[in-house]
């Protein structure tokens, strides 16, 4: 089997970058690191500002994806070396992660996970509950095959014994398989800024801080338990802050840029939290509100009316009651007051940082960075998804924050660019 | 009011080089131990910087209430340095209250400040030079060097011109921070108390949340208090002007050998750390920060020379040392006090002394 494209990541963009180029009958090969598609989208609640369920327009994708005849996923598995040998020649290694179960095999039935004894923070929720050491990642998960943590297992072997079809192998060991592509789009995505870095919120440090993601998972259809409460003690929030910009556009975290999101899914969380609890009292610090987008003002100015309260002040320090409440202290713009506030619930509404290691699996060309990280582009304005190697595209958040659309919009765009590429190295399409 | 457009590139000069950094955020007014409701800074003053409200500023008492424990500065999301941005003000306002002129020279131009330091200094030797008293070379003399009926009335009457061009400094300071109010006399009594206590122990300064700061700074203010005592009082001990040194255990060279270890500790600390640049506070160093403190340590450091070549018994390396050291410390004491850095020494407890009187002046209207 060969391909004609590699798309390295398996998120919203490299989704439907693959589409793109499989309608057009090109071989695509996915390669998603970790256990199923769906990146970080299939993770959100709803999405701004239309507030469609995320998880409802995902999963089509993610089947169709798992579905289309011209695609093949290799997920839990790991790009290691890309070699370009000519135009529309890349040799890539790629490492096969051991699930300890045999994919084929598996049907998903969960006896394994059912049997199996310990817990640990499952990934999909961060970490809000647990998982089993024998695990489906999550319940929309593509493939929906399960797979075992080696680090945390005690060797049991009850999973081994429930599982009707004898998937489970523990003597599976890592693969590194060798393929031909004849060219590559990067669409790895963005990693969550760390928020312990930003040490005055004491994220890590005070149970009822939490993060934008952790947020999205309380509010999503698929929450964990069926209702926002807080960490410490199960509480719902009464009154909870938003502290915008953690991670972004601040130089003293070594990062200046914008991501173009936090405005936008803070305001769209606090409306859904407060349409779950219209009694609530909610509350955005941000340093501006940016709502660029086609109907960014209009959510905005519904979220005012809902009565979420806007206040201008970058927060400077949050501190813990005993009582785990918080106080956040900020300097209020608008009014020119100092203002210490107490909330239940503080979350952080964190930036999007890059996610570009992939760039180190080139071994005998270099892509280039930008400064803050991300995948450049050769020009941001005219040709935002041409790397400086030819034959290379990047697509979504790896090239630079941004929201859904401009992501989807990219990756078509990539796969439109790629298939460019693909004629001029005189690929030929499979009709089939 | 009136907007001085220039103002940014005016105060460019006494280290205000971030002003447009600044994107009005917050985090440095939220985040200072210092800042209240009442007295709001940074952030106000780096608005009045970039607007150019230079008559608010030239008006205002908080920049003297900021003590630049640089949690600002660690926390800014422009990186624009709240910190020393109020530094800059503080530089500023300095010769905004100095009505010689000579401080906004010093500031504002290297050539003035080495012409001003180099001709103290020469001009002190040659004073030396013509006056001093026989050389003893068998044995150290060094009051028969250095009269005490000619070194302490020529002290006094220096310390008294610094005294007065500094009081007057001061004065213009208060009209400039009183505006239009007019607070009873008795006031200024009550207040009194704040006036002392913060210039004994700068209280303010332990709000920080970085406590070895206070630390530093009040050893080194103990240390120059002890020293300017002791050559206060030596006209009624004789334990420095003297032919026949004291014994260690003297209270006033014990005081004395505390104020030198203090001072020389402090100041050392400070030059490393301005070298290093770790600690917000000595990230930026001033061309006058440089000075000051150059000057210090190499006042001290002569005074301590003296008293080892008499505690050895070598008569000449005394004589010069002492005159050197007087070379150091006539510069020292004669542009510092008055005009540049040392006179925060005045300005900040004086600051919060004439903002309670106005306070309670207001308050009693
Ligand atoms: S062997 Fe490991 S994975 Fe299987 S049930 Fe036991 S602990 Fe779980
Ligand atoms: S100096 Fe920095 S922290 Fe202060 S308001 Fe300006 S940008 Fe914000």
Same mark, same amino acid.
């Not at chain 1, 769906?38 to 169709?64: H, N, R, Y």
């Not at chain 2, 280290?15 to 800042?35: K, V």
């Given at each position: ?111 394994? %996970? ?60 890592? %693969?590194?398989? %060798? ?177 570009? %290691? ?75 | ?28 007014? =939220? /985040? ?17 910087? @970039? ?75 040659? !004073?030396?030079? $013509?006056?001093?008293?026989? !050389? ?55 207040? *009194? ?13 332990? &709000? ?18 002890? =020293?300017? !005592? ?10 420095? $002007?003297?032919?026949? +040194? ?24 400070? /030059? ?10 000595? @990230? ?8 000051? &403190? ?21 008569? *000449? ?6 005159? /050197? ?23 900040? +407890? ?16």
């Amino acid at each position: 089997m060969s391909y004609d494209v590699m798309v390295i990541g398996g998120g919203i963009a490299g989704m439907e970058a693959s589409l793109t180029l499989a309608d057009a009958g090109y071989q695509v090969l996915l390669v998603e690191k970790s256990p199923s598609i769906g990146g970080k989208m299939i993770e959100l609640s709803k999405v701004f500002p239309t507030l469609d369920c995320a998880g409802c327009i995902t999963t089509p994708k993610m089947a169709a994806t798992a579905n289309h005849p011209n695609i093949t996923i290799m997920t839990y598995c790991e790009v290691q070396e890309i070699y370009k040998e000519g135009e529309g020649k890349f040799r890539v290694k790629i490492l096969k992660k051991p699930r300890y179960v045999k994919v084929d095999d598996c049907i998903g039935c969960q006896r394994c %996970e059912i049997a199996c004894p310990i817990f640990v923070p499952k990934e999909y929720e961060y970490g809000l509950i647990g998982r089993k050491v024998a695990y489906i990642p999550f319940e929309m998960a593509s493939p929906r095959k399960a797979l075992i943590d080696l680090d945390n297992c005690v060797m049991c072997g009850r999973c081994e014994r429930a599982c009707p079809t004898d998937a489970i192998d523990f003597l599976q060991q890592p %693969e590194v398989v %060798e393929e031909e592509v004849k060219a590559v789009i990067i669409a790895t995505g963005f990693k969550p800024f760390d928020a312990c870095l930003k040490k005055e919120y004491g994220y890590g440090r005070y149970k009822n801080v939490i993060h934008a993601l952790e947020m999205e998972r309380l509010l999503a259809p698929s929450r964990p338990y069926n209702w926002v409460l807080r960490p410490s003690d199960g509480k719902v929030p009464d009154r909870i802050a938003y502290v915008l910009c953690v991670g972004s556009r601040d130089k003293s975290l070594d990062f200046p840029i914008c991501s173009r999101v936090c405005c936008m899914y803070s305001t769209k969380q606090a409306i859904l939290f407060t349409s779950a609890l219209p009694l609530a009292d909610v509350t955005i610090y941000y340093m501006d509100i940016r709502a660029f987008g086609k109907g960014f003002e209009e959510f905005y100015n519904m979220a005012e009316d809902m009565g979420i309260r806007f206040v201008k002040g970058k927060v400077a320090k949050i501190t813990e009651k005993e009582d785990g409440n918080l106080v956040v202290r900020v300097e209020n713009i608008d009014d020119g007051t100092i203002e210490e506030e107490e909330y239940d619930m503080v979350v952080l509404s964190i930036g999007l940082t890059p996610n570009s %290691e992939v760039v180190k699996a080139f071994k005998n060309v270099e892509i280039e960075l930008d400064p803050f990280g991300f995948i450049k582009p050769v020009s941001e304005n005219t040709n935002p998804v041409l790397t400086n190697v030819k034959g290379v595209f990047v697509a979504g958040c790896a090239a630079g924050p941004k929201d859904i659309p401009d992501s989807v919009a990219e990756a078509n765009a990539a796969a439109i660019q790629c298939i460019d590429y693909l004629y001029e190295v005189g690929a030929k399409v499979v009709v089939r | 009011m009136r907007l001085n457009v220039d103002f940014t590139a005016k105060l460019k000069k006494f280290g205000a080089e971030t002003t447009y950094e600044c994107f009005n955020c917050g985090n440095c007014t =939220a /985040i200072c131990p210092l800042s209240t409701n009442e007295e709001q800074f940074p952030r106000k003053f780096i608005r009045y910087l @970039q607007l150019g409200l230079e008559s608010k500023i030239r008006s205002s008492v908080e920049p003297w209430l900021c003590y630049y424990c640089g949690e600002c500065q660690q926390t800014c999301p422009r990186q624009a340095n709240p910190g020393e941005l109020m530094m800059s003000v503080r530089r500023y306002l300095t010769t905004v209250y100095d009505w010689t002129g000579l401080s906004k020279r010093l500031y504002t131009s290297t050539t003035w400040k080495f012409l001003s330091v180099g001709i103290l200094f020469f001009a002190t030797l040659f !004073i030396v030079y $013509l006056l001093h008293g026989p !050389i003893v070379t068998d044995h150290t003399e060094l009051e028969t060097f250095a009269p005490a009926e000619i070194v302490h009335p020529a002290g006094y009457v220096f310390g008294t011109i610094l005294a007065v061009i500094l009081l007057g400094n001061v004065y213009r300071m208060h009209k400039f921070i009183m505006g239009d109010t007019k607070a009873p006399f008795s006031l200024y009594i009550q207040e *009194l108390g704040t006036l002392i206590k913060h210039f004994a122990i700068q209280a303010r300064l332990r &709000l920080c949340e970085n406590k070895s700061l206070w630390l530093k700074h009040w050893l080194l203010m103990t240390g120059y208090t002890a =020293a300017f !005592i002791l050559v206060q009082v030596d006209i009624l001990t004789f334990w420095s $002007l003297t032919n026949n +040194p004291p014994p260690a255990w003297h209270p006033a060279k014990i005081l004395w050998t505390y104020a030198t270890v203090a001072m020389l500790y402090a100041t050392t600390v400070a /030059i490393i750390g301005r070298l290093k640049k770790e600690e917000p506070i000595h @990230q930026y160093s001033h061309s006058t920060d440089w000075m000051f &403190l150059i000057l210090l340590w190499l006042t001290v450091f002569t005074g301590f020379l003296v008293r080892i070549f008499m505690q050895f018994d070598l008569p *000449l390396p005394t004589y010069y040392a002492f005159a /050197i050291h007087l070379a150091f410390t006539v510069p020292l004491l004669g542009l510092e006090v008055p005009f540049t850095k040392w006179s925060h020494l005045a300005y900040r +407890p004086f600051a919060l002394y004439f903002l309670n009187v106005k306070r309670r002046a207001l308050e009693g209207e």
